[in-house]
């Protein structure tokens, strides 16, 4: 709201806005559309702009991102054909390897969070606002919060609050793999059954679907699936039973 009175009070000129490619410009500290009707005429344009976001650190944020999120919202909300399924899930895993370590890219990431652009890369994601008894928040923004968590294991200047995570994910060649398991592994919640063994299956399909390798895909399909283990370890096992480690390794 904020900014959008401030582009009221202080109108920019055409002249102010420089052209970083066919659809998008950069005014002032901020990514502009360069049609009006862009998101409208072309829905994946809105993770596009995140990618956009992430190639050029010195952006801040979108302008008019208020006005942007419910055309976000309806674009999520139709049913696209499996190409523009497929084309949109591309720029969403486009996103993902280039993930920040360290602050000046996280804006990108973070406003990917805080717009739920999710569900336009991941279709099964816009099943994911169920509540249960067990989380605090709707399995939604559980699945959100987990994948801010893990961003922050990546970045140095949090590295204090859990120094093993850090450590461990910065030796991982490809770290952003945990985060799409982090996206499937409660996606399944509230339809019955087994949701990790659900959630599996939407995970494998997603990973085959968008030419993830047999060895990523197996990985990301095995933390989805074994997800649970270690709560089950952590909160019903005795931890200081030596027979409690060999059984679950």
Not at 207 to 213: A, D, I, M, P, V
Request: glycine residues 6%.
């Amino acid at each position: 709201m904020l900014q959008n009175i401030g582009a009221e009070i202080f109108p920019v000129r055409d002249s102010d806005a420089e052209a970083i490619n066919e659809k998008f410009a950069r005014v002032g500290e901020l990514l502009d559309a360069r049609r009006a009707d862009l998101f409208e005429r072309d829905p994946r344009a809105i993770l596009e702009s995140f990618l956009v976001m992430q190639q050029h650190s010195e952006l801040k944020g979108h302008d008019g991102q208020d006005a942007a999120r419910p055309v976000g919202a309806r674009a999520s909300a139709s049913t696209p054909r499996t190409g523009a399924i497929r084309a949109t899930g591309r720029t969403f895993l486009s996103l993902l390897p280039a993930a920040p370590r360290h602050r000046a890219r996280a804006a990108a990431h973070e406003s990917v969070r805080d717009s739920r652009e999710i569900p336009a890369g991941v279709p099964a994601h816009r099943r994911a606002m169920q509540h249960d008894l067990f989380h605090v928040y709707t399995v939604d923004q559980h699945i959100l919060t987990v994948l801010r968590n893990l961003r922050r294991f990546t970045m140095l200047e949090f590295s204090h609050e859990y120094p093993l995570c850090s450590r461990l994910i910065a030796g991982l060649d490809r770290h952003w793999l945990l985060y799409i398991a982090a996206i499937f592994h409660d996606i399944a919640k509230g339809r019955g059954g087994d949701h990790s063994q659900l959630g599996k299956v939407e995970a494998r399909r997603f990973c085959r679907e968008h030419g993830l390798s047999a060895e990523d895909t197996d990985l990301v399909v095995f933390l989805v699936e074994h997800h649970l283990t270690m709560s089950s370890v952590a909160q019903k096992q005795d931890l200081s039973d030596p027979e409690v480690g060999p059984a679950f390794r």
